[in-house]
């Protein structure tokens, strides 16, 4: 379960690598993600991280800012209450309660890792990022999402269809295409 963890981990720091790239006129910009701008991505993924965070049990962001935070800032706030939350002791063998129900940790820590790397694309994607990412985050995520994906019922798919990519394609490619997006 560990790497599970790692995983959430290391695609949160990808992903702030990301947010910290963006440029101030490409807040917004349009992305891959169907009719949101960069901030609206990366608005939702404060508010994605927040709700892992309080699902793991993270205590309370006390700190100053609020609504009024820069992207990044509000980013980090929220990256780091939710690492701090499936660090603790105990956090990867927990019940935990996302917004589609409760579910066993293992399950809210690979869904985590697919929304920030997917996420994290969108916003490289749509501000002309060239991210290194981690082949091994992205592979863990991919067959996480493979077998997540034929779970949904008919019709209830937050995604787009999958796109076409080649099985050679590289792990983020091949992720991001089977949850609707066209890569590269």
Same mark, same amino acid.
């Given at each position: 379960?560990?790497?599970?963890?790692?995983?959430?981990?290391?695609?949160v720091?990808?992903?702030?690598t990301?947010?910290?790239g963006?440029r101030?006129?490409?807040?917004?910009?349009e992305?891959p993600c169907?009719s949101?701008?960069?901030?609206?991505v990366?608005r939702h993924?404060v508010?994605?991280?927040?709700?892992?965070?309080?699902? =793991? &049990?993270?205590? $309370?962001d006390?700190? #100053?800012g @609020?609504?009024? !935070?820069g992207?990044?800032?509000a980013y980090?706030r929220?990256?780091a209450?939710?690492?701090a939350?499936v660090s603790?002791p105990?956090a990867?063998?927990?019940t935990v309660?996302?917004p =589609? &129900?409760?579910? $066993?940790a293992?399950? #809210?820590? @690979?869904?985590g !890792?697919?929304?920030?790397l997917v996420?994290g694309?969108?916003i490289?994607?749509?501000?002309?990022?060239?991210?290194?990412?981690?082949?091994?985050?992205?592979e863990r995520?991919?067959? =996480?999402s493979?077998?997540a994906?034929?779970?949904?019922?008919d019709?209830?798919s937050p995604?787009?269809?999958?796109?076409?990519v080649?099985?050679?394609?590289?792990?983020?490619?091949r992720?991001?295409?089977?949850?609707?997006?066209?890569?590269?």
């Amino acid at each position: 379960m560990t790497t599970q963890v790692d995983d959430l981990i290391g695609a949160v720091a990808i992903t702030d690598t990301i947010v910290a790239g963006v440029r101030e006129g490409q807040w917004s910009g349009e992305t891959p993600c169907q009719s949101w701008s960069t901030g609206d991505v990366a608005r939702h993924l404060v508010e994605s991280l927040t709700r892992y965070a309080d699902a =793991f &049990g993270a205590a $309370p962001d006390e700190t #100053a800012g @609020g609504a009024n !935070a820069g992207q990044l800032e509000a980013y980090r706030r929220a990256a780091a209450r939710l690492v701090a939350g499936v660090s603790a002791p105990g956090a990867a063998d927990k019940t935990v309660t996302v917004p =589609f &129900g409760t579910v $066993p940790a293992a399950v #809210a820590l @690979g869904l985590g !890792a697919v929304e920030v790397l997917v996420h994290g694309w969108d916003i490289a994607t749509a501000s002309g990022q060239d991210v290194e990412w981690d082949d091994g985050i992205a592979e863990r995520a991919w067959h =996480f999402s493979v077998a997540a994906v034929g779970s949904i019922p008919d019709g209830r798919s937050p995604f787009a269809p999958p796109q076409p990519v080649a099985p050679t394609a590289p792990p983020i490619d091949r992720l991001v295409a089977l949850l609707g997006r066209t890569p590269g």
